[in-house]
């Protein structure tokens, strides 16, 4: 049974379609990557499923949840975080204090408590810190903790993007080409860690990702988007066979 599933959306930008009748079922404990040429609309879905975008048509429902038009507060709320492709951090403030910025929809204790920092206050810091001591443990992030996210290095402050959104404790995790502009070196740590964060913490990966050779490695399931529209789906021996796909990607003979 689909964990997330997006039925014939349509996304528009006055006369521009970014995304035309789109259809996908999202596999609990699966890595699904959507590929697809520039301009193929695949930040746009992302967009949609995290709710910076809403659909001009069409629904997205995650279990039995309508996310269409739901704001991105709540749906991260609901269990789905994202890693953005450009990234999103604050480069004056430190690893740690960053991670710790992502559980401030785990702060639920009142004013008075805060003030005083005891009792819930105390309890609910205490968790909060556990949790993202975890993730920079498990992210290897121990060595940069307490540096200016600014100072570290590209390879590294996309770490810290993904590791920003581990710490909400997803059940599903949006990652928006994590890879990107990364060398060798960097690019097989990030394959390690989206594997291990599938294998280990059983949550359920939707990548978005230019560089077809790890997609065709890592991926369970393939959707792959041309011009707004699902031109082909499947296993990744089933996309890579696809003529739509291939005619896509490397045009007609």
Do not use: W
Request: aromatic residues 8%; hydrophobic residues 45%; contains cysteine.
């Amino acid at each position: 049974m689909a964990h997330l599933r997006v039925s014939d959306v349509t996304l528009s930008f006055g006369g521009l379609k970014a995304l035309s009748h789109v259809d996908m079922a999202i596999e609990p404990g699966l890595i699904t990557s959507i590929i697809g040429p520039n301009g193929a609309g695949k930040t746009s879905m992302l967009n949609c499923i995290s709710g910076f975008y809403h659909p001009t048509k069409g629904k997205i429902l995650y279990k039995d949840k309508d996310l269409t038009h739901a704001s991105p507060h709540q749906v991260s709320t609901m269990g789905i975080a994202r890693a953005f492709q450009n990234l999103e951090l604050f480069s004056g403030l430190s690893v740690l204090d960053n991670l710790l910025l992502a559980r401030h929809q785990n702060l639920t204790y009142s004013f008075f408590q805060a003030a005083i920092f005891y009792g819930k206050a105390s309890r609910i810091e205490a968790e909060n810190r556990a949790a993202v001591e975890d993730v920079i443990d498990f992210m290897e992030l121990e060595p940069v903790r307490k540096h200016m996210v600014g100072s570290l290095s590209y390879g590294f402050q996309k770490k810290v993007e993904v590791a920003r959104a581990l710490t909400m404790d997803p059940e599903i995790l949006l990652l928006d080409e994590p890879m990107a502009g990364m060398n060798i070196q960097e690019k097989e740590d990030i394959v390690r860690f989206v594997m291990d964060i599938q294998k280990e913490r059983n949550i359920t990966v939707v990548l978005v990702e230019h560089d077809l050779g790890v997609v065709m490695d890592i991926s369970d399931r393939i959707y792959v988007l041309d011009f707004g529209q699902v031109i082909g789906s499947g296993t990744p021996e089933e996309v890579a066979n696809n003529p739509k796909v291939i005619e896509a990607y490397i045009g007609e003979d």
